[in-house]
């Protein structure tokens, strides 16, 4: 079985561009989360979604950031505008029903880097 | 007070040996806890979910002690591939659920 696909896998762009990051959770997976990962301050959750409504989007640092989840099978994190400090590995992960939000499973990571 | 702390090391142990990772909690509604592995420039990957009354899967013993407010990961008989960081995660039940992340304890096995 597949498991959480994220694209792009790396994204170079300059400071004041629009970048968008995909994500495709595990089908059958009714719950996805959105984190960025610093060496500074490690992995923070950004948002999550339950059965595609927004739940919980206390990390997302600022109006820059904006998530949505169309569909059960694809989200989107949107900055724009992006700033050098955006720099960040960007994680999706999905968790199935039933078993609490901790078992989660993660895609790649998205690196973003913004000049 | 950070809601989970983790000892962020490295800790350095020679194969074969025995290493132990504590992770602290301060909100005692959290309800569950889990282990995940993240080496270095991947994605965390579910290790073990912790149990009271403990559990074990092959070298790897996870323990809760809920009086105390932490959760254990032992690792026996540590082999070069054991190698990573290791993140503790605790959730908390509540209006809504929360998951927290551990900032990470890693890990180096030498030869």
């Known amino acids: 079985d597949a498991g959480v696909i994220q694209s792009p896998r790396h994204e170079v762009t300059e400071m004041g561009q629009e970048v968008t990051l995909r994500c495709k959770p595990i089908?059958?997976?009714?719950?996805l989360f959105w984190y960025r990962q610093t060496m500074m301050r490690g992995l923070e959750l950004l948002i999550y979604?339950?059965?595609?409504?927004?739940?919980?989007d206390s990390g997302m640092p600022e109006d820059r950031f904006s998530a949505k989840m169309p569909n059960a099978s694809f989200s989107t994190l949107k900055i724009q505008p992006s700033e050098p400090r955006d720099s960040a590995v960007y994680f999706c992960?999905?968790?199935?029903?039933?078993?609490?939000?901790?078992?989660?499973?993660f895609g790649p990571g998205t690196r973003l880097t913004v000049l | 007070r950070k809601e989970v702390e983790q000892d962020p090391g490295p800790f350095n142990v020679p194969e074969g040996a025995t290493v132990a990772f504590n992770c602290t909690y301060s909100?005692?509604?959290?309800?569950?806890f889990f282990w995940y592995r993240q080496d270095c420039r991947k994605e965390p990957k579910l290790l073990m979910s912790?149990?009271?009354s403990g559990n074990e899967d092959g070298r790897f013993t996870a323990q809760l002690n809920r009086a105390s407010q932490y959760i254990s990961l032992l690792i026996r008989d540590s082999k070069l591939s054991d190698s990573a960081t290791y993140l503790c995660?605790?959730?908390?039940?509540?209006?809504?659920?929360?998951?927290?992340f551990g900032t990470g304890t890693k890990l180096q096995v030498i030869p």
């Open positions: 992960a999905s968790s199935p029903p039933g078993t609490g939000y901790g078992e989660q499973f």
């Open positions: 089908s059958g997976h009714n719950s």
């Open positions: 979604f339950n059965n595609n409504v927004p739940i919980d």
């Open positions: 909100n005692s509604a959290s309800q569950s």
């Open positions: 912790v149990y009271s």
């Open positions: 995660v605790v959730n908390r039940a509540g209006g809504y659920q929360k998951v927290t």
